[in-house]
C-alpha cells in the first residue's frame, strides 16, 4: 500500500517554516541533570541556570534555598516569572506566600525583599536587570542575564567543571 502525504499547509506557509528550519534557532531539551547548582547568596541561597538566553536578556533558573535565606531588597526592570516547586516563599513588602504550585508574575518596578523558607525551590523567568538596593534605597548592584551567566561560568572555572554551553542560546 502507497500512502503519498501531502501537506494541507498554503505555500505561503510552507515558504515561512522553511525560513525557520533554515534562519531559526532549534527547540532545546535541557535535562536537569544537565546543570548544577552554584552559589548566589553564601551557601543559603543556590542556583541552577536552565538558560540563559543572551538574545532576549532573559535568565532562567530555579532558586534553592538550603536554609532559611534572604535575596536583598531589589527591583526588577522587566517582568520577572516564578513558579514555586517545593517549599514556600514571600516578599517582606506583602502579605502572601507562595506555595508549592503557585504563580507569582511580578511586574516592572517595585522594590522588595524575598525571604525563602529552607528548602523552597522556584523557577523564574527573569527578564532583563535587577537593582539591588540597601535599606536606604542606595543602588548597590545591578545585575542581568550577563552577570548570572559570569557567576555560573566563574563557579565551574573555579572548580574545574566543564561549561554547559547548550545553557547558552
Not at 36 to 60: A, Q, T
Not at 63 to 91: D, I, M
Not at 106 to 124: D, S, V
Request: charged fraction near 25%; hydrophobic fraction near 40%.
Amino acid at each position: 500500500m502507497n500512502i503519498q502525504s501531502t501537506s494541507v499547509l498554503s505555500d505561503d506557509e510552507q515558504r515561512i517554516l522553511s525560513r525557520i528550519a533554515h534562519y531559526g534557532i532549534t527547540d532545546q531539551y535541557i535535562d536537569t541533570d544537565e546543570s548544577l547548582w552554584h552559589p548566589f547568596v553564601g551557601d543559603e541561597l543556590m542556583l541552577k541556570p536552565l538558560r540563559f538566553d543572551l538574545r532576549n536578556s532573559l535568565y532562567v533558573c530555579i532558586l534553592w534555598a538550603k536554609q532559611p535565606g534572604v535575596l536583598g531588597r531589589h527591583r526588577h526592570r522587566s517582568p520577572v516569572t516564578g513558579f514555586t516547586l517545593e517549599g514556600g516563599w514571600r516578599y517582606a513588602e506583602y502579605d502572601w506566600v507562595a506555595k508549592p504550585g503557585d504563580l507569582v508574575q511580578e511586574n516592572p518596578g517595585a522594590i522588595h525583599t524575598l525571604i525563602a523558607e529552607k528548602g523552597m525551590k522556584t523557577l523564574f523567568f527573569v527578564n532583563g536587570s535587577l537593582e539591588f538596593y540597601d535599606e536606604h534605597d542606595v543602588l548597590q548592584d545591578t545585575m542581568d542575564v550577563f552577570s548570572f551567566l559570569d557567576l555560573y561560568v566563574s563557579h565551574c572555572d573555579a572548580n574545574g567543571l566543564p561549561v554547559n554551553e547548550r545553557l547558552i542560546f
